[in-house]
């Protein structure tokens, strides 16, 4: 199967063109694939149609899948896939709204963090023939390979703690009253520490492993001086030559890594305006 790899910045992503992920793959074409997704960090595949049960399939080439804590808004028949959308039948949101207000990166608030993330757009707001709801991707590795030298020698060996509570509380600070942290979730996801410079697990590329999500703070520094440090990691990741920025089509297959890559979905859209995507995890192994 012949693919046709267009870069889409000088940092990350690439377009894959000339094939079908509803189609029968072989080894071969299975394995560009995911050569591309470990070197460029984001794939996107445009005009794919995938019902739950060929996106799962797809998605468990690469491996395990996690299973959303999250668990209200998950698929009633395919719990591996993360329903995303603004839709409310029976005035309840069939899947999760907050498509993420913060930049972070998937589960790195967990002690493993998850591997990648595959989203299919099923329906997508649009008003004057614009698509809305954006979604914005950094690359960290090439934030790491920009950071001057003494930077990287003090961030070498530093560790922070990642918390999904933390996430709630700047909701909660930044005017979402609603967004409490519900008991249940909050016992699945306790806080837990990684090191600031991690490597890829295939490439072995060092990246810079924060985010405004999830990072909480600094382990062994004051809270000042780590807010500082973190505030400034986080603005250098996402500075524009580090950032693709995908317009999202109805049939959209847009698969990132979750540990070379962080990303930002804008929410520049309300009702009447429908979003509804399909999202499966990579499960992730320890990272180094």
Known sequence: MALN???????LGVEISGIDLAGNIDDATFGAIEDAFNTYGVLVFRDQSLDPDVQVAFS?????LDIHVFD??????????????NVKENGEYVGIPDAGTYWHTDLSYMDVPS???????????????EALGDTLFASTAAAYDALPKEKRRRIEGTEAVYSLAHRHAKLIADGDTSAILAEDHAAKTPEVVHRI???????GRPIIFVNEGHTARVVGMADDEGRALLDEL?????????VYRHKWRVGDVV???????QHLALHDYD???????HRTTLSGSPIA
């Open 197 to 203: 410079v991690q490597h890829h697990p295939v490439t």
């Open 5 to 11: 790899i267009k870069p889409l910045t000088d940092a």
């Open 60 to 64: 468990r080439r690469f491996g395990a």
């Open 271 to 277: 009702p009447p305006h429908r979003r509804y995507l």
């Open 72 to 85: 209200q808004w998950n698929h009633r028949k395919h719990p591996e896939i993360l329903v995303v959308s």
């Open 115 to 129: 591997r990648g993330s595959i989203l299919h757009a099923i329906e997508i707001p649009v008003e004057n023939g």
């Open 255 to 261: 698969m990132w890594d979750n540990i070379q890559t």
């Open 234 to 242: 986080c603005a250098f990741c996402t500075q524009p030559e580090f």
